[in-house]
């Protein structure tokens, strides 16, 4: 396996999606306006946010006429789950800091 | 993606062209210092059959040791060890082979990574249910900081 670009990684990279994912978790199914409050961010600031989870597949949505409800997906973590997942990840990054201790080395 | 045992097994291959010298990719492949640098604390030494350990902080469902034994030291050639699972995870968790290859090439050495061994059943235990994750946010963090 090539290791495409890690989707829940990556959405997991940033502070403010694993808050977003944290309150989720904890207080079940919430809309964009429950989750802007306390969030410290704007509410299109949010959406986009949970764009990112979504298409990792870390959490669910469920419109209900205009407004739409999301919640966490616990299947979601699963890719964090497999080592093999894991380490395709794991090597790239230590591929990088390889890369980078090759520049510096002498020679 | 390459198999050794094509019904039950697969392997993960990272590959990188790099603008140095043989020479110098070996030594940072072999050198404990060096591997330290850029892989993980360990007491590595480049001679068939010495045992060894990787380190890394323990972390919800791995304990961070990782237990090897060199199979196979080509100088500037190749260079494989076995990558198991250790401690009381032993007898049920991983046990995969690391083999890098280099090949001289214009300007550089092609560097090949292949993990291989993975079996269907290589799952972490205890990741991924809802109940951990509310758990275990924090060390969540502390996973995805590893892998930055």
Same mark, same amino acid.
């Given at each position: 396996m090539h290791s495409a670009p890690d989707d829940v990684f990556k959405a997991l990279a940033d502070p403010t999606r694993r808050a977003l994912l944290e309150r989720l978790l904890r207080e079940g199914e919430l809309n964009v306006r429950a989750l802007t409050?306390?969030?410290?961010?704007?509410q299109p600031a949010v959406s986009k946010h949970l764009g990112v989870l979504r298409q990792a597949g870390l959490v669910l949505e469920r419109p209900q006429g205009r407004v739409v409800h999301y919640r966490a997906e616990p299947k979601g973590f699963a890719p964090l789950t497999d080592w093999m997942r894991f380490y395709a990840v794991f090597w790239e990054e230590r591929m990088d800091r390889l890369e980078n201790l090759l520049k510096r080395m002498d020679q | 993606m390459t198999t050794a045992d094509a019904t039950t097994t697969r392997a993960v291959v990272v590959e990188r062209r790099v603008p140095h010298s043989l020479d110098k990719v070996w030594r940072a492949l072999t050198q404990g210092p060096l591997l330290e640098s850029w892989l993980m604390a360990n007491d590595f030494?480049? +001679? +068939?059959g010495h045992r060894f350990t990787f380190r890394m902080p323990p972390m919800e469902g791995w304990n961070g040791v990782t237990d090897c034994e060199v199979l196979s030291v080509a100088p500037q050639r190749e260079l494989s060890y076995t990558w198991n699972a250790s401690g !009381? !995870?032993?007898?049920?968790?991983i046990r995969t082979v690391v083999t890098w290859t280099l090949e001289a090439e214009a300007g550089g050495v092609l560097v090949r990574m292949e993990q291989s061994g993975f079996r269907p059943q290589d799952k972490r235990n205890e990741m991924g249910a809802k109940y951990g994750w509310e758990r275990n946010l924090g060390q969540l963090e502390a996973v995805v900081a590893g892998m930055q």
């Open positions: 409050e306390q969030s410290g961010v704007s | 030494q480049p +001679v +068939v !009381e !995870e032993a007898a049920t968790g």
